[in-house]
């Protein structure tokens, strides 16, 4: 998709987050039980289900955002390009019909999108209510190779996931990153 935001640059970076909060309800609305993790990958259980991608680029006609998302629909076991995803078929029993799903999952879209452009809603609060990486134990691989072990308390007004680390430091909030979601065995 193509999109071409009205809002200050600083809202760009909620985008992806938009993306995945729209892309997760559309599956709730639709029967499974998605969450979101931080920022934009889509979870059923602790398996990756969605992807999502979200470009800047300039454009004649000004700033654009192109907007790409990956959703495993009917893929198989044995398809599964890592253990830690799966599909629709296989969290449901049956893939949905896709023409339906991809319609709502549109519509959830453009009705997030739209109140976001409009200002209206509390994108944060909704965003925050989906996320299953606020409140766990984390470990973000950060861009300059260092790592960032501690306790998501939350998104700062930036989108930035907030972290509690575990030395007892200050919280820093984290704008790019690959989060691990850390179960007590691997602690």
């Known amino acids: 998709m193509l999109l071409r935001p009205r809002v200050l640059p600083a809202q760009w970076p909620w985008l992806p987050l938009l993306t995945g909060y729209a892309v997760g ?4 609305e ?7 993790k931080w920022p934009n990958d889509v979870l059923i259980g ?4 969605a992807g999502i991608l979200v470009e800047r680029v300039d454009t004649p006609a000004g700033p654009a955002a ?3 998302v990956g959703l495993n629909v009917s893929t198989t076991d ?12 296989l969290a449901g029993g049956a893939g ?3 023409t339906t799903l991809l319609l709502s999952l549109l519509a ?14 509390d994108l944060r609060a909704a965003y925050t209510s989906a996320c299953v990486t606020i409140g766990r134990d984390v470990r973000v691989e950060l861009p300059s190779g260092g790592t960032l072990t501690g306790r998501a308390t939350g998104l700062d007004e930036g989108g ?3 972290v509690r680390p575990q030395d007892g430091s200050a919280e820093t909030a984290v704008g790019a990153g690959d989060v691990v979601h850390v179960r007590l065995a691997e602690q």
């Not at 639709?30 to 979101?36: C, E, I, R």
């Open 25 to 28: 309800s559309a599956l709730r």
């Open 30 to 36: 639709a029967g499974f039980d998605a969450g979101v």
């Open 46 to 49: 602790d398996l990756k289900v």
């Open 66 to 68: 192109v907007l790409g």
């Open 78 to 89: 044995a398809e599964l390009p890592v253990p830690t995803a799966t599909s629709l078929a």
């Open 96 to 98: 949905p019909d896709r």
């Open 108 to 121: 959830r879209l453009r009705t997030e999108y739209d109140a976001w452009q409009r200002g209206a809603g």
């Open 160 to 162: 930035r996931l907030t």
